[in-house]
């Protein structure tokens, strides 16, 4: 009888990509799931309870003071500052050891990105310029990276391995342009005294950070902090989950021979006593051993990684579908035809559909062509206009500025049905491009 061969271990930084990858799949599932509740809820006879629940005001009050943020503010607020968190540290792990770590590696993604932050923008303020809507063009500069690797996702193995890192690492330099946007041009007045506080904070949490403290409620106070003196600045509060994610190390805190040589001795030491599953517990030097592993073993494991991986499904399936039921229900007046016909609509569905296949085919055809960029192993040019397609699926972060954007309500509703439909478009137009441009899959 003859032995399997064990396959092969895949490289770490393929394994950490995988799961992550597959984590987006499922949430996007969820995400889906819940933004057709949210429409179902808006649009029926429980309407009126939604909206209600919606601008019900929640927080806490001392004497005469109070601080209170209606339910659909502190989601917006402040859960999706854990949100922007975990996209700070996909951001910050891709930049020192991933996709956009190099400028070789980092060329194609981030042209690509850049062209399908620009055009479409430039093709929203076409048909807004002057008008009610001319603040919205950021509203057509994003793209949602759970939908998109969601039904990339749908052809498991015929989508090239080199397709699914690029469509990623194109999302994340989309989110990097997308917070800058926020920051600089969908912030309140800025109030210097928060900041100052805010910077107060953030100087605190590296301070703790580079002398590696290792209780997690000072990190928590910490950010805390920080959270509430961007709030208090008029820079809107989730730029604050940025800047803490920035604060955490993504690179292991020891060397890794001291790593090796540490647990060498101490798997000697315990193998040498006399070990049972209690005897540590009269045996002191045992308990310091294991100790020892314990903080070994931690320091070696990179924060930032084990953050995300603890975060992203609080992400993927509490966060974000929370955030859907908040904002996906919009109450579609008259019919959705006739609402797609305003300005705001079609700015937001020419900006996803269209712009996101122009910015993003030719960007990448100028890199490559120039000798920037070479296109991955695997990746034909009709794969990445699927992915251009994909880009266009723009939900949450597009919905995310409307709400920036817009203090009409009406304004607001029609800049959702534009995104709803241009993100449907775009997933079905670019599902299909895949389909057709793919190998097929092997029986």
């Given at each position: 009888?003859?032995?399997?061969?064990?396959?092969?271990?895949?490289?770490?930084?393929?394994?950490?990509?995988?799961?992550?990858?597959?984590?987006?799949?499922?949430?996007?599932?969820?995400?889906?799931?819940?933004?057709?509740?949210?429409?179902?809820?808006?649009?029926?006879?429980?309407?009126?309870?939604?909206?209600?629940?919606?601008?019900?005001?929640?927080?806490?009050?001392?004497?005469?003071?109070?601080?209170?943020?209606?339910?659909?503010?502190?989601?917006?607020?402040?859960?999706?500052?854990?949100?922007?968190?975990?996209?700070?540290?996909?951001?910050?792990?891709?930049?020192?050891?991933?996709q956009l770590s190099s400028i070789k590696d980092s060329a194609l993604p981030v042209m690509a990105a850049l062209g399908g932050m620009i055009v479409p923008a430039l093709l929203y303020t076409l048909f807004n310029h002057g008008g009610n809507g001319a603040d919205g063009w950021g509203i057509a500069m994003a793209t949602d990276i759970a939908f998109a690797l969601g039904i990339l996702s749908l052809f498991g193995s015929r989508a090239p391995i080199g397709l699914k890192v690029f469509l990623t690492a194109l999302a994340i330099a989309d989110d990097i342009g997308a917070v800058m946007v926020i920051a600089v041009f969908y912030s309140e007045q800025i109030f210097w005294s928060g900041l100052a506080v805010a910077g107060f904070f953030m100087a605190l949490l590296l301070i703790a950070s580079r002398f590696m403290i290792g209780r997690p409620g000072i990190y928590i106070l910490l950010a805390l902090g920080v959270w509430a003196g961007v709030f208090a600045s008029g820079v809107h509060a989730t730029v604050a989950g940025i800047l803490v994610a920035l604060a955490v190390p993504v690179r292991a805190r020891i060397d890794p021979q001291v790593f090796i040589d540490n647990m060498d001795d101490r798997l000697e030491r315990l193998k040498q006593s006399d070990l049972t599953r209690q005897s540590m517990l009269s045996d002191t030097s045992q308990l310091d051993a294991l100790d020892d592993l314990h903080w070994v073993s931690?320091?070696?494991?990179?924060?930032?990684?084990?953050?995300?991986?603890?975060?992203?499904?609080?992400?993927?399936?509490?966060?974000?579908?929370?955030?859907?039921?908040?904002?996906?229900?919009?109450?579609?007046?008259?019919?959705?035809?006739?609402?797609?016909?305003?300005?705001?609509?079609?700015?937001?569905?020419?900006?996803?559909?269209?712009?996101?296949?122009?910015?993003?085919?030719?960007?990448?055809?100028?890199?490559?062509?120039?000798?920037?960029?070479?296109?991955?192993?695997?990746?034909?040019?009709?794969?990445?206009?699927?992915a251009g397609c994909l880009a266009g699926v723009g939900f949450t972060m597009s919905l995310f500025i409307s709400e920036l954007a817009f203090t009409d309500d009406l304004l607001v509703d029609e800049a959702k049905i534009g995104i709803l439909v241009a993100s449907l478009i775009s997933g079905v137009w670019g599902y299909l491009v895949l389909m057709v441009t793919l190998p097929k899959a092997e029986n």
């Open positions: 009888m003859v032995a399997k061969k064990s396959k092969p271990a895949e490289p770490a930084a393929v394994g950490v990509f995988r799961r992550f990858f597959h984590s987006e799949v499922a949430g996007s599932v969820v995400l889906l799931a819940c933004t057709l509740a949210a429409l179902y809820f808006a649009n029926s006879s429980h309407s009126e309870t939604y909206f209600e629940i919606l601008h019900t005001k929640v927080g806490v009050s001392w004497g005469e003071s109070a601080f209170k943020l209606t339910f659909h503010h502190w989601v917006n607020d402040f859960l999706m500052v854990l949100f922007f968190f975990v996209v700070g540290l996909e951001i910050k792990r891709e930049i020192v050891a991933g931690g320091s070696m494991r990179p924060a930032g990684i084990t953050l995300e991986h603890f975060l992203h499904p609080i992400q993927a399936f509490f966060i974000l579908p929370l955030f859907a039921l908040c904002n996906a229900g919009v109450h579609i007046h008259g019919g959705v035809f006739k609402t797609m016909v305003n300005p705001i609509s079609l700015g937001i569905i020419l900006g996803l559909v269209i712009g996101k296949q122009l910015g993003v085919g030719s960007m990448v055809w100028a890199a490559v062509k120039l000798g920037w960029a070479e296109l991955p192993k695997g990746v034909r040019w009709p794969h990445l206009y699927g």
